[in-house]
């Protein structure tokens, strides 16, 4: 027992003094160094996540939202989940008539007043604003042994949109918990009181002199109500298996379907001449039920040795519907745990997200006057909106993590969006040739979160 | 040695106190001057007093040979052998190499021979910390390098002591979970005093729910207050820390975790650490060298992988 001895010992001290107790402490229990591998996780009365999110497209919507979610476990695994909401919206938002070499007047969707969009530019309307307060609570727990119940509840409103759900998952385990079967629904009913009412599909924009004593009486007439009602279904089968100690699966199937009022009350198409002047803008019109489908799989790799000791995470999204949109959706991310500093453990995330879609059926970036004269009948669908056409989009961002001594995260992200519409094999009249008709989308999200006991 | 003997050494009154609740049995026992329980999830009450017997006889029997204080101890009879070689069992030496493992992984930091400077240290919140020359003077008395031992004997310096207090709790408690389970697979949890560890999770495969008390001498107001409650599925936890031993002295606080080389305090020591690992042994020893570390306790943990609760 002398100090060249300890000194020795020391050497690799960093590495082994865990496995050098272990072996110690199996000899003197007679236990041998291998033992179950300890777990424990902390609980609290209540964990509480908050986070702040940032989202600001170039030029249009700018989004600020607030999400303040508290967890409680109570003695028998049971979980309580409230999660609060908050968003506000400012900014201009496409109003679906497509650009013009020269200015182009529009009313507001209240039919107080107007707002001119300039030549060359996509058509904005800037009276975009809106706060939305949500509110979800979701009850979890374990039924029988290897079975697992959810239920919930959804309360969303804005103040022309009102918002109700349940949900119930149940989870069963099996082949020693390695296995996962989970079955899902949700029900959604929805009340839309659209400022200036519901506008008639394919009534004209009405415009001129808001001051004229007939204005109210003719922007009535292009009125059907003052509003309508949504109701969504959805059922969701899951499969998550667990392939190694390093990797974890999921597959997921969902069946979606939407009832009722489901055409935009603000977004209206260009009514064109040959040549491609701007002639008319109607109000569009699309179906009152849609059936979407989707499968999904994700797969979560843990690098253990190798790089950097890493979390590589890829999923894949195919959604098709009868609205014949169908996207593809490739998402990853690679979580990579930093150097831990003073008991504080950090990482970074980098994501990259890639998104493709084709356009609905009945999306036309514009019509034409012939067109429209022809049939405006109820079975002509119709929408210009660009968030139904045909695109590509690429998130790129990066996430910075920290744990603090005390057990709480803090944790900040940084990403980029870019949304990239293209044309679907629709003709483009002489005097949009010069023209963006097709804009891209460009948007920062910025985002704080800290999650705290 | 003799059950009844042992009641009589013992100034508070051994006695089990037996509960059934909805999940099971709760067992409540005094031991090495703490409140102690067992918890074993059975309707069986036959069995649930065979293990808490089982479990509290164990405790008991560790606490009589091996603590300090008392005179028919093993400790107490080689820390007054005066310097001749004394017989001991394998328990005791298997103890001692224990002991010889953690004074090596520390640097001689942890020293189960430096309890003789709790004759000059007495940590009772006051600011009467010792003076230079009264450390100086117990020092030559602690070193565990001048304790010479073998597999059947052991030699101890005239005037030095060993003391078991930081390890004997925390092998208690893994021997009583060694023989809870050679009793039954049922779930048991096995606490002393803050020091516990588990057999398994719960029935179903649910955790169990321990409370990491909070520090009483903390800033109010101060996040440090909160109890933090943890979930354990699989082996141990342990808190090492100077909650209610310490001084103060011109604002400077000295914890009870002395540094058996220079008989000083630590310095800048969190208030208490709780460590998890599979064993209470070690994670009761990952907890004191951690604590050991003073400033870098934190970051001792975090390099060596180990999940850890600190409070500073």
């Known amino acids: 027992m002398s100090y060249s001895d300890t000194k020795q010992h020391n050497q690799h001290k960093k590495t082994n003094l865990k496995t050098a107790l272990s072996m110690a402490a199996g000899a003197l229990l007679g236990t041998g160094a291998i033992v179950h591998e300890a777990k424990a996780e902390i609980l609290t009365d209540w964990q509480f996540d908050s986070a702040f999110l940032y989202y600001s497209e170039a030029e249009r919507v700018t989004a600020a939202e607030i999400i303040v979610s508290a967890n409680k476990t109570f003695a028998n695994d049971e979980v309580l989940n409230v999660k609060l909401t908050i968003d506000s919206l400012t900014g201009a938002s496409a109003n679906g008539a497509v650009v013009q070499a020269q200015a182009q007047t529009f009313t507001r969707p209240s039919g107080e007043g107007q707002y001119v969009s300039q030549a060359g530019n996509t058509p904005l309307d800037d009276t975009f604003k809106d706060t939305r307060v949500q509110l979800n609570a979701q009850w979890t727990q374990p039924l029988a042994e290897n079975y697992t119940a959810s239920i919930g509840g959804h309360l969303s ?277 010069n023209l963006t008709v097709y804009p891209v989308v460009q948007a920062v999200i910025f985002q704080l979160s800290y999650s705290f006991l | 040695m003799n059950k009844a003997i042992n009641k009589t050494n013992n100034n508070s009154k051994r006695t089990l106190s037996l509960q059934a609740q909805e999940q099971g049995y709760v067992i409540s026992f005094n031991a090495m001057a703490s409140p102690c329980e067992v918890l074993i999830q059975t309707k069986d009450h036959r069995l649930a007093k065979q293990v808490a017997s089982a479990v509290s006889d164990e405790v008991w029997r560790i606490e009589d040979k091996f603590s300090r204080y008392n005179k028919d101890s093993v400790c107490y009879q080689i820390n007054n052998n005066a310097g001749q070689s004394m017989a001991i069992d394998e328990e005791c030496y298997l103890l001692l190499n224990f002991a010889e493992q953690c004074y090596q992984l520390s640097e001689g930091v942890f020293d189960i021979s430096a309890g003789i400077l709790n004759q000059v240290w007495h940590f009772d919140g006051s600011d009467n910390i010792a003076t230079k020359k009264q450390v100086a003077a117990v020092l030559p008395l602690v070193g565990w390098h001048k304790v010479s031992y073998q597999h059947n004997s052991i030699t101890l310096p005239q005037g030095m002591a060993l003391d078991f207090g930081g390890i004997g709790k925390e092998y208690a408690v893994d021997r009583g979970i060694l023989l809870s389970q050679q009793i039954t697979a049922l779930p048991v949890l096995v606490n002393l005093g803050g020091d516990l560890a588990v057999t398994g999770p719960r029935l179903n495969g649910l955790p169990w729910q321990v409370a990491i008390e909070s520090t009483e001498y903390t800033k109010p107001n101060s996040d440090n207050n909160k109890e933090i409650i943890v979930a354990l599925t699989h082996g141990a936890l342990a808190t090492s820390g100077d909650s209610k031993r310490f001084l103060v002295k011109d604002g400077q606080r000295y914890s009870h975790v002395l540094n058996a080389l220079t008989g000083w305090p630590i310095e800048q020591a969190p208030r208490s650490i709780t460590t998890l690992a599979p064993q209470c042994l070690q994670a009761g020893m990952l907890a004191t060298l951690a604590l050991l570390q003073g400033k870098g306790a934190e970051q001792f943990l975090s390099e060596q992988e180990v999940t850890y609760w600190a409070r500073r």
């Open chain 1, 157 to 433: 409103k804005e103040f022309d949109y009102l918002s109700l759900g349940i949900n119930g998952n149940l989870a069963l385990d099996f082949y020693k918990k390695n296995s996962t079967i989970s079955l899902g629904f949700s029900h959604f009913q929805d009340r839309y009181t659209p400022i200036g009412g519901i506008p008639k599909p394919y009534a004209s924009m009405l415009i001129g002199d808001s001051n004229s004593p007939s204005w109210h009486e003719d922007f009535a007439a292009t009125r059907i109500a003052s509003g309508d009602n949504k109701i969504t279904s959805d059922v969701l089968v899951g499969f998550t298996q667990v392939i190694n100690r390093r990797m974890i699966t999921q597959f997921n199937y969902s069946y979606s379907m939407v009832r009722g009022y489901l055409t935009d009350p603000f977004k209206i198409v260009s009514v064109l001449n040959q040549a491609g002047t701007a002639q008319d803008y109607i109000y569009e019109h699309r179906p009152d039920e849609r059936k979407k489908q989707s499968v999904f799989a994700q797969t979560k790799y843990h690098f253990d040795q190798g790089l950097l000791n890493s979390v590589l995470d890829f999923s894949y999204r195919y959604m098709w519907d009868d609205w014949q949109i169908n996207s593809h959706t490739l998402d990853s991310t690679l979580h990579m745990p930093l150097a831990s500093r003073f008991g504080k453990a950090s990482y970074l995330q980098p994501h990259i997200r890639y998104y493709q879609q084709s356009a609905a059926g009945f999306y036309r970036p514009y019509t034409f006057v012939e067109q429209v004269s022809n049939g405006s009948s109820e079975e002509n669908f119709i929408s210009a909106d660009y968030r139904i056409g045909a695109m590509t989009a690429v998130t790129l961002g990066l996430k910075y993590g920290f744990s603090l001594n005390n057990g709480n995260d803090f944790s900040v992200r940084l990403e980029y969006y870019r949304q990239m519409p293209s044309n679907a094999g629709f003709d483009q009249p002489s005097e949009l040739a």
